[in-house]
């Protein structure tokens, strides 16, 4: 049973590359998100989808993009990266029940530095 | 103003004894729950224990139970018995109202046992 997968676990890019931080999951959740963890701000979202087709922003989507064109992948995009983006990212996925109770799963993160 | 507040960066507790984290969230939805989350220093984000806005009673799973005030708006974790692999860092995080998924966590707390 594998969860939430992300790839890579580390990357190193420089200013102004491109890349793709992949994340999949196996647990037919209709939800999935993306979060970035800088020391002293816990997580924050940014970009989540209820459904394959639905993406929205969460509160610092800038300099990222998403897409989800099915069930099981919710990849995000950095397009120019910068040294503000440098920071350990992570996926979650759940079911999207509409209960309270109903927790993420995450993923063991992205840590990603920009030079 | 921040929804979810953990006033304190950093604790210290002896093996076996207690320790309470405090959290304190801002809501006006009525229905709302509220997580708690450990990493451990590998990384990893694992759930401990979840409050329900209309629970009565106040969570426990195993050594971790949920101080919930629902009046003051906290929803301090509290540790019985530390152990030496309790020492990472504590997320606070709420949903609120139904529907979408989306957690709001806070900065955390560094919590660090000692023998």
């Known amino acids: 049973n594998a969860g939430v997968t992300q790839t890579p676990k580390f990357q190193v890019l420089k200013t102004g590359q491109s890349m793709t931080l992949q994340c999949a999951q196996d647990?037919?959740?209709?939800?999935m998100s993306w979060y970035r963890q800088d020391p002293g701000m816990g997580l924050r979202l940014i970009h989540y989808s209820v459904g394959a087709g639905i993406t929205d922003q969460g509160e610092v989507p800038n300099g990222y993009n998403v897409s989800r064109s099915t069930t099981e992948d919710f990849p995000l995009r950095l397009l120019s990266a910068a040294p503000s983006q440098t920071s350990v990212y992570f996926c979650a996925s759940s079911y999207r029940t509409g209960a309270d109770n109903e927790k993420l799963f995450f993923g063991s993160g992205t840590q990603l530095s920009v030079l | 103003a921040q929804k979810i507040t953990q006033t304190q960066p950093g604790m210290f507790v002896q093996e076996k004894e207690a320790v309470t984290l405090d959290c304190t969230y801002d809501?006006?939805?009525?229905?709302?729950?509220l997580f708690w989350y450990k990493q451990p220093s590998s990384g990893e984000m694992i759930f401990l224990i979840y409050q329900g806005s209309y629970d009565q009673q106040n969570a426990t799973e195993g050594r971790y139970s949920l101080n919930f005030q629902k009046a003051r708006k906290s929803a301090n974790l509290v540790i019985s018995a530390s152990q030496l692999g309790d020492s990472a860092m504590y997320f606070c995080a709420m949903r609120e109202g139904r529907g979408y998924s989306t957690l709001t966590f806070g900065k955390g707390t560094m919590l660090l046992v000692s023998p």
């Open positions: 809501t006006s939805d009525p229905s709302y729950g």
């Open positions: 647990m037919n959740h209709e939800y």
